[in-house]
């Protein structure tokens, strides 16, 4: 499916816009004049353990089993980029509406390019997210894995690019997978599967999503970081190093009943069965 779909022009100035120029958030941090704003770029990279990701590449030693992957694809949606200075104050970024990668404040990096196993993805690829933000020194950053409630829930059909991608949308949840990351092993070639998403959703007579019971999405705070000099390394060794990826059960599809997600929620800090998860001690993305 194509990622050149543009929304209209005013619906996007709407929604990318929205509340931007308030002056101050809900925690009473005052944001610097958006008047005075600069461009910003920041970088993502995929890695497993210190080594690039890529499509073609066979690392060894993840999980509990120390297993060689072949991965078939990594792509992530992430929101609500957010710089943060040394005063504790927050500046959204607005992000460039660039008709392919970015749309309102949500962004798709996408770590493979549809070679070798990666057949069900697309050539193009993308690892960052970029846009304007008020001028100041940035001393951390925050987003949002996955995507906002009211963009989850949509027709890719008639979604613009990068929400336009049937691949990267459960039906049976009436929602988009927030993360695909799916390969095979050595010793388990059938394969596994990590799907993070919202599930338990609930729709009303229409058939409109009024909420879901694990929302799933990840809210992520980085120190030291400056989009100068640094970049946000998303480590693949850090989130399947409590997973057997050789073993029956190394699938996760977000929902009790669809896998074994704990090992994989652990990683990300998010909420699995008993654990409530903690958000502050997930170990997959990093500043380098």
């Known amino acids: 499916m194509s990622l050149a779909r543009t929304a209209p022009l005013a619906a996007l100035l709407l929604f990318a816009c929205g509340d931007k120029d308030h002056d101050h958030d809900d925690s009473g941090h005052e944001h610097s004049d958006e008047s005075e704003s600069e461009a910003v770029t920041v970088r993502f990279e995929a890695t497993v353990g210190e080594v690039p990701f890529s499509c073609g590449a066979q690392p060894t030693g993840l999980g509990v089993s120390g297993a060689t992957l072949e991965a078939f694809d990594n792509r992530l949606y992430v929101h609500d980029l957010t710089l943060i200075d040394a005063d504790g104050g927050e500046h959204p970024v607005t992000l460039d509406q660039d008709g392919m990668w970015q749309v309102y404040d949500v962004a798709l990096l996408d770590f493979e390019d549809k070679t070798g196993a990666c057949a069900n993805g697309t050539a193009e690829m ?19 894995l996955g995507l ?104 996760c599809m977000s929902g009790p009943g669809m896998g074994d997600c704990s090992p994989w929620f652990g990683a990300l800090g998010l909420p699995w069965g008993d654990d409530v998860g903690d958000p502050a001690a997930q170990t997959v993305f990093s500043v380098r």
């Open 148 to 251: 906002p409630f009211e963009l989850n829930h949509q027709d890719p059909a008639t979604a613009p690019s990068p929400l336009n991608l049937s691949s990267l949308f459960w039906t049976w949840e009436s929602g988009y997978k927030f993360w695909r990351f799916d390969g095979r092993t050595t010793a388990a070639p059938e394969g596994f599967f990590f799907h993070l998403g919202s599930t338990g959703c609930e729709t009303d007579t229409d058939g409109a999503v009024t909420g879901c019971a694990s929302p799933n999405r990840l809210t992520i705070t980085l120190d030291g970081f400056d989009p100068a000099t640094n970049l946000v390394r998303i480590d693949l060794a850090a989130l399947t190093a409590g997973v057997d990826l050789d073993g029956p059960d190394s699938t």
């Open 126 to 144: 993308n690892g960052v997210m970029s846009g304007t933000v008020a001028a100041h020194d940035t001393v951390a950053l925050r987003f949002t």
